[in-house]
């Protein structure tokens, strides 16, 4: 009876389908308490990038698009998901680093939204570890980062969840986020398969995968391109976009 009405859940959010339960060496489902979710886990080192604009100055927006830039390369996709907030045309909200190059600046100041829910942070790819990094903190002393993208809210730094987040609280989601490990080896996406609140996707990261520190990218318009697990989820355009590179 629960196998069938998490299946529910997925198919009807399109995270389901024969594929589901294949699973991968890069991508698996699994459920904690009750609830499913699609999981992606890159070990450092691995091709892992953040997109924003095309090279003919467009923004990326799709993973269609991802694709066949990446078809023209000879590199294929093999996962995606949408990676921090965005304004209407598709800038950033927050710091975004893309090989190297800051494109947009960091923002510290409390504000409205999820964003402004402080503490945020940033997730950087840098030189030698993944890193999720309270925003403030990363401004005052920024490490080399070859990617970096800022979101919030923050789900858990040190071990810590949020000191806003409530275990009953009302506002759920579909929601989609990283966690990095302590040694910074490998970092984790999770795109839930239903609504949930924050407290609960925050445990998930510190209390099932033991991450000490991750980062909420979105809710509501969080989609993910997984083909391993049948997912490949349209939508709106996006922003910044993460993802793992392979050859073809």
């Known amino acids: ?3 069938r009405r998490l299946l529910a859940l997925l198919l009807g959010l399109g995270l389901g389908g024969p594929a589901l339960a294949q699973g991968s060496d890069t991508c698996r489902s ?3 308490e009750g609830m499913g979710y699609a999981l992606c886990e890159v070990p450092f080192g691995a091709d892992l990038r953040l997109w924003l604009t095309a090279p003919d100055g467009r923004p990326v927006a799709t993973f269609e698009r ?4 990446l078809a023209s390369e000879g590199r294929s996709l093999v996962f ?3 990676a921090g907030m965005y304004h209407a045309d598709r800038r950033p909200v927050g710091l975004y680093i893309e090989n190297g190059t800051e494109a947009a600046p960091i923002v510290t100041q409390e504000g409205f939204g999820n964003f402004g829910l402080v503490p945020n942070a940033v997730f950087c790819i840098g030189p030698e570890r993944f890193s999720v990094i309270e925003s403030r903190a990363f401004a005052a002393a920024p490490p080399p980062c070859r990617f970096a993208t800022q979101s919030g809210p923050a789900l858990v730094l040190k071990g810590a969840l949020h000191p806003k ?3 009953d609280g009302s506002s759920r989601y579909v929601r989609n986020g990283v966690g990095v490990s302590a040694d910074g080896s490998r970092a984790v996406f999770a795109l839930s398969a239903g609504p949930v ?4 996707f925050a445990r998930l990261f510190r209390d099932h995968l033991g991450l000490p520190d991750a980062l909420y990218f979105d809710g509501n318009i969080s989609r993910i391109y997984a083909p391993a697990l049948g997912l490949n989820q ?3 355009p996006m922003g910044p976009i993460v993802g793992l590179v392979a050859p073809r």
């Open 30 to 32: 699994e459920t904690v």
């Open 165 to 167: 987040f409530l275990a």
């Open 234 to 236: 349209g939508g709106r």
């Open 66 to 69: 991802l694709r066949e830039m």
């Open 80 to 82: 995606a998901m949408n």
């Open 1 to 3: 009876m629960i196998l």
């Open 197 to 200: 609140n924050f407290h609960q």
